[in-house]
């Protein structure tokens, strides 16, 4: 029933972040300048232990803890090494030999595997396969029947290294920056050195009336079983992530768009090279220009070039085509607008120029109607 619950809020957990998932994505321009991952993070986990199959007869419920490292090798692929320590008690109704040993069973081990990423946002979920040997150390223990000294089943001493596995996923949920919050379920099992037990079938030693012949039962034998190390973890913890991060360059095809053109373009030309003799604002229709003379050039700074120099209102050149309204609308420019505008504004103020000649001309050709 337990392992059932875990399952349960492990799909629930899953549900909730594929959800949030589609939220964050539209939040996420493709422009952006994404930091990437950070190679390495280190897993500190605490969790309860559930023994499985016939293992789940002698031990009670145990803890597990552990410490994970990871390395990066992709976005979505990645090498786990961890080491784990889990410890069991034996269930009140098993038997132990009387010596100075614990009497708990306890297994280290240290194993290493791949592991595959799914960044989800703020949430990360990862499914790995890990491989190593597993340290199993317990006493010798054995379970009597019911007020009575009659043994049932006996559990040799066990002391050896196995071959195990586990597999499981885990997921992880950003609170800052390199700190998260770590959440796994995992199934390990032995792959060799089962753990030897003796049973004796009590069934054939009941009377007709239902009650036990001690007798016929001690004289019962024993046989011979075994059962391999199997185990259900679910650990909670924290995730810490170091080392270098790197930069993802910009997609290059919002260089080539609107985006890029939004920056300013400056001139690298020395203030003496320009003497602000020619133009400074043409049209192509009226031809109209403003010669603006540099008064603060001693004192110039070179390369300058944000802020155009105050204008000397004294010297005009304006074309005799132009008309009075637009010399008097150019002369009078604000000093913060003669600063260097970004190729998107000249361009957006040239069709906002245009507009208005379009709608000039057609307000002229009604008059003429008239």
């Known amino acids: 029933m337990k392992k059932i619950f875990f399952i349960l809020v492990l799909v629930t957990i899953v549900c909730i972040v594929f959800a949030q998932d589609n939220k964050l ?13 950070q190679p390495y993070t280190i897993d500190f986990f605490n969790g309860l232990s559930f023994p499985q199959g016939n293992l789940n007869t002698f031990l009670k419920d145990g803890f597990n803890s552990g410490v994970l490292i990871h390395k990066r090798f992709g976005k979505k692929l990645s090498v786990g090494l961890s080491a784990n320590y889990s410890q069991y008690n034996h269930k009140q109704s098993t038997g132990l030999n009387p010596n100075p040993q614990r009497h708990e069973l306890s297994t280290t081990s240290f194993d290493i595997g791949p592991q595959y990423n799914l960044n989800l946002g703020r949430f990360t979920l990862e499914f790995y396969g890990r491989s190593g040997l597993s340290i199993v150390n317990s006493p010798q223990s054995f379970m009597m029947y019911p007020e009575t000294d009659i043994m049932i089943t006996s559990l040799e001493a066990y002391k050896s290294t196995a071959l195990t596995t586990r597999l499981g996923a885990n997921m992880t949920a950003k609170i800052v920056q390199g700190l998260k919050l770590y959440f796994s379920s995992e199934y390990i099992t032995s792959l060799n050195n089962d753990m030897n037990y003796q049973t004796r079938d009590l069934s054939e030693a009941f009377r007709e009336d239902g009650t036990l012949d001690f007798d016929a039962a001690n004289k019962l ?122 190729k998107a504004q000249i361009a957006k103020e040239r069709r906002k120029m245009k507009r208005k000649e379009r709608r000039a001309k057609r307000t002229a050709n009604l008059k003429g109607l008239q």
């Open 25 to 37: 994505n539209r939040d996420i321009r493709p422009n952006m300048s994404l930091q990437k991952a």
């Open 221 to 342: 034998p024993l046989q011979n079983e075994s059962l391999s190390l199997s185990m259900f973890n679910v650990n909670f913890g924290v995730r810490i992530s170091f080392g270098k991060s790197r930069k993802q360059k910009p997609n290059s095809l919002y260089q080539k768009g609107g985006i890029s053109d939004m920056s300013p373009v400056y001139e690298t030309k020395s203030v003496q090279s320009r003497d602000w003799l020619e133009s400074d604002i043409q049209r192509k229709n009226n031809k109209l220009a403003l010669n603006v003379q540099d008064t603060n050039k001693p004192t110039r700074t070179y390369h300058s070039s944000v802020i155009a120099p105050e204008p000397d209102m004294s010297k005009k050149l304006v074309d005799a085509k132009a008309n009075p309204i637009d010399e008097d609308s150019f002369v009078s420019i604000p000093r913060e607008k003669l600063k260097l505008k970004s």
